[in-house]
């Protein structure tokens, strides 16, 4: 509250200084006498400088012109490298180190993401301590994969899967979800199995098991929280184990897709951003409160 005296008449300016969801308000109350033109100029001139003090805040845009606002600039080194990939490589790499280049890239990109939002080794940024990591193995995979190294891509990619576990937690555990997806993953391992040969009949299975734990520990984090951020990361959950089933299919069973390098990269990608997106909320605790409200 902001009280202004003039000639016995009384100035009473409201400004909504917590919360800024309003104009500021004017009341002219008369004491005696009504103001006269000094008076009412100055309370005209103090109107005017409150209005121009008072801007709108974040809070008063939607959530996810919000969230678009704050993370889109941090997300645009992720969308230029996502363009320059899908522009310029046009079919199956074979092991150049361009291609493996712009293939990382998109990735190398997510974790200037992560560091840009805010990163630290205190326990307030552990999530993002295991999303950073998961990316770094993630792209090491990618490297390892673009160079025929198939098996080492998989170690790669089970280790990103492991740190990815970590930042989901173990609580709650939803098991009923868990118990599910692994009869599922077992029937899948088992059909795939006789197509296996050498190191692959031990990872392959192993691989399986570590990224539909990965997709059981998101689904559980979302249905626990039903936010936003939650919900997009179980969707990219899902999407990473479609990619990678879709590698399964071409690889082991042969089946041909239309543009199978199209549909692996898009679902994967796509999988990375909303798992690197989940970090958005991550942080001290003061700032915590405030962003749960736009999820």
């Not at 309003?22 to 103001?35: G, H, M």
């Not at 074979?94 to 200037?112: D, H, N, R, S, Y």
């Not at 160079?147 to 990815?164: I, Q, R, T």
């Not at 391992?189 to 692959?200: N, R």
Request: glycine residues 6%; positive net charge; proline residues 6%.
């Amino acid at each position: 509250m902001l009280y202004l005296t003039a000639e016995k008449c009384k100035v009473n300016v409201k400004l909504s200084s917590l919360t800024l969801h309003t104009s500021p308000v004017l009341w002219i109350e008369s004491a005696e006498n009504p103001l006269n033109g000094t008076a009412a100029l100055s309370a005209e001139k103090l109107c005017r400088t409150a209005k121009a003090k008072v801007s709108p805040t974040p809070r008063n845009l939607p959530k996810y012109l919000l969230m678009v606002k704050t993370h889109g600039p941090r997300l645009a080194p992720f969308v230029a490298t996502l363009i320059l990939y899908f522009s310029l490589v046009r079919q199956d790499p074979q092991g150049e180190l361009w291609t493996t280049v712009l293939k990382c890239l998109p990735i190398v990109a997510l974790m200037f993401y992560v560091v840009a939002n805010g990163f630290s080794l205190k326990k307030d940024y552990r999530r993002s301590l295991w999303i950073l990591l998961g990316l770094v193995f993630s792209c090491g995979g990618d490297a390892l994969l673009n160079v025929n190294l198939f098996p080492f891509g998989m170690v790669s990619f089970g280790v990103a899967h492991v740190f990815y576990i970590c930042a989901f937690g173990w609580k709650p555990l939803k098991w009923p979800i868990g118990l599910a997806l692994y009869v599922a993953v077992s029937l899948f391992v088992y059909f795939v199995h006789q197509k296996l040969d050498e190191i692959l009949i031990i990872g392959v299975p192993i691989y399986c098991y570590l990224i539909i734990t990965m997709l059981w520990r998101a689904l559980a984090r979302a249905v626990d929280a039903k936010n936003f951020l939650t919900i997009f990361c179980a969707v990219g959950a899902v999407l990473f184990v479609v990619s990678d089933a879709l590698i399964a299919v071409t690889m082991f069973v042969g089946v041909p897709l239309p543009c199978p390098r199209l549909q692996i990269m898009i679902t994967y990608y796509a999988a990375q951003f909303a798992i690197a997106l989940s970090i958005a909320d991550d942080g001290p605790q003061s700032f915590r409160s405030y962003r749960r409200k736009i999820k």
